[in-house]
């Protein structure tokens, strides 16, 4: 039996990008899946393609920063799946501008979706959780939570911030049984990635296909292994050591 059969899987900002690759992914390993973003349209494109190949899913429009509207998206899935086993924290924005060029409703925007919004769904996913004694929590990261970037001020604080919160986390819920990873990605092919750098040569980058498989790996491990931070770039790029 695969390990993943019958779990249910919650993915955050999984409309397109990453976060459709890693849904498609769990699906076809066994997962039930709740999709969410706050775009409804790409929500249901996902979910028609899982249903379309006999896959279970449950899309959910959510604004993550909201809470009253992460407590639905949770009770929600409880009610359709009735257990909530694995948590990616995949949503997030990025807004690329030189340092003074920055808005505080850029920063305010930036913060709000990829820190606050994802604090709110890692506390209220934690609580069912620690009820549960079992769980996984992978949060996406990124490359720009271990190193900065020009003109990406708001976005680098924002991820080196992410990371922080996962650290905490993998203590904190360690004792409940519940294990935490990052991802920390370097480019992927993703509409956010290549509208916001244009002029980048995108030939050599990451497709979001292998970020999914790497969530897979992560999450099959044998129990008395686990891995609690993976940085991931694309070939021609140079290594952090």
Known sequence: MNKLDGKTALITGSGRGIGRAIVLTLAKAGCNVAIVSRTQNEISQVATEIENSGGKCLPIKVDISEPLEVDEMI??????????????????????????????ED???????NLRGAFICCQKVAQVMIKQKSGAIITICSSASRKPYPNQMAYVTSKHGLLGLTKCLSLELKPY???????????????LN???????????????????????MVLTLNDRAIIDEVYIRRYDASPIY
């Open 107 to 113: 920063w305010d925007k930036t913060m709000g979706i």
């Open 177 to 191: 049984g519940i294990r935490v990873h990052a991802i920390c990605p370097g480019s992927v092919v993703t509409r």
């Open 75 to 104: 009770e929600e899935t409880l009610n359709t799946f009735g257990q909530l086993d694995i948590f990616i924290n995949n949503a997030g924005i990025a807004i690329f501008k030189p340092f003074l060029e920055l808005t505080q």
């Open 194 to 216: 290549v509208e916001a750098r244009p002029d980048a040569d995108i030939s050599d980058w990451m497709q979001p296909e292998d970020i999914a498989n790497l969530i897979l």
